[in-house]
C-alpha cells in the first residue's frame, strides 16, 4: 500500500499569511494526488483535484502542485473560514490512502 | 446532484455487529465505473478506508479490517450497506459512506454517521 505523509502535523497562522502544506507520497503516484478540507462535523470537501485542478466554486487561493512523490497545497492569503485540516489522498493505487492531516489553526 | 445518505444505529454494545446502510439519490448505484466506499474517522483522527464495493459486486477490503468487515450491494434498492462484526470501543467512529472512482477523488459524501460502541 502506497504511504501518505504531510507535513505539518499542524500549523498556526494568521489572517491573510500564505501557507504552505506539503504532502510526500512513499511511491510515485504521477499526478493522483487530492486535497481536502474538513471543517468539525463536516465531512470531507474536495478543493484539489489530480494534484493542481481546482475543484468547481473552490476560491482561487487555493492552488496546488506536484507530482511523482511530492506535493503541495498553497492558500495565498488566509481567510478565516479556511482554519480547518487538510487532508490529501492518493487516488493512484487502491486503497486511496490519506495522509494523516493538517491542522491549521488561527495564531 | 448525486447525494448519499448513511443510516443506522448510533449505539452498538460491545461483540455485536455494526450495520449501516447508505442510500443513493440523484444517480443509480448500477452505473458502471464507481467504488462506492465506507470510510471511518475515530474521534480527533485522520481518515481510515474501510473498504469498497464496485457495482459488479466485487470488494475490496482494509487488510486491518478484513476479518469482520462486510460491505454489499442492494442495485434495486440504490443501496449499499456495512457490516462490522465483533466491534470494541476502538470502533467508536465516524462513518462515511462515499463515491469515488479509478483515478479519482472522492467526489460525494455522506454526511457521516457517528456510531458508539459501548454497553
Known amino acids: 500500500d502506497i504511504q501518505m505523509t504531510q507535513s505539518p502535523s499542524s500549523l498556526s497562522a494568521s489572517v491573510g499569511d500564505r501557507v504552505t502544506i506539503t504532502c510526500r507520497a512513499s511511491?510515485?503516484?504521477?499526478?493522483?494526488l487530492n486535497w481536502y478540507q474538513q471543517k468539525p462535523g463536516k465531512a470531507p470537501k474536495l478543493l484539489i483535484y489530480?494534484?493542481?485542478s481546482l475543484q468547481s466554486g473552490v476560491p482561487s487561493r487555493f492552488s496546488g502542485s506536484g507530482s511523482g512523490t511530492d506535493f503541495t497545497l498553497t492558500i495565498s492569503s488566509l481567510q478565516p473560514e479556511d482554519f480547518a485540516t487538510y487532508y490529501c489522498?492518493?487516488?493512484?493505487?487502491?486503497?486511496?490512502?490519506f495522509g494523516q492531516g493538517t491542522k491549521l489553526e488561527i495564531k | 446532484q448525486v447525494q448519499l445518505q448513511e443510516s443506522g444505529p448510533g449505539l452498538v454494545k460491545p461483540s455485536q455487529t455494526l450495520s449501516l446502510t447508505c442510500t443513493v439519490s440523484g444517480g443509480s448505484i448500477s452505473s458502471g465505473g464507481y467504488y462506492w466506499s465506507w470510510i471511518r474517522q475515530h474521534p480527533g483522527k485522520g481518515l481510515e478506508w474501510i473498504g469498497y464495493i464496485y457495482y459488479s459486486g466485487s470488494t475490496y477490503y482494509n487488510p486491518s479490517l478484513k476479518s469482520r468487515v462486510t460491505i454489499l450491494i442492494d442495485t434495486s434498492k440504490n443501496q449499499f450497506s456495512l457490516k462490522l462484526s465483533s466491534v470494541t470501543a476502538a470502533d467508536t467512529a465516524v462513518y462515511y459512506c462515499?463515491?469515488?472512482?479509478?483515478?479519482?477523488?472522492?467526489?460525494?459524501w455522506g454526511q457521516g454517521n457517528l456510531v458508539t460502541v459501548s454497553s
Open positions: 511511491q510515485s503516484i504521477s499526478s493522483y
Open positions: 489530480a494534484a493542481s
Open positions: 489522498q492518493q487516488s493512484y493505487s487502491i486503497p486511496y490512502s
Open positions: 462515499a463515491r469515488t472512482a479509478t483515478g479519482s477523488p472522492i467526489d460525494y
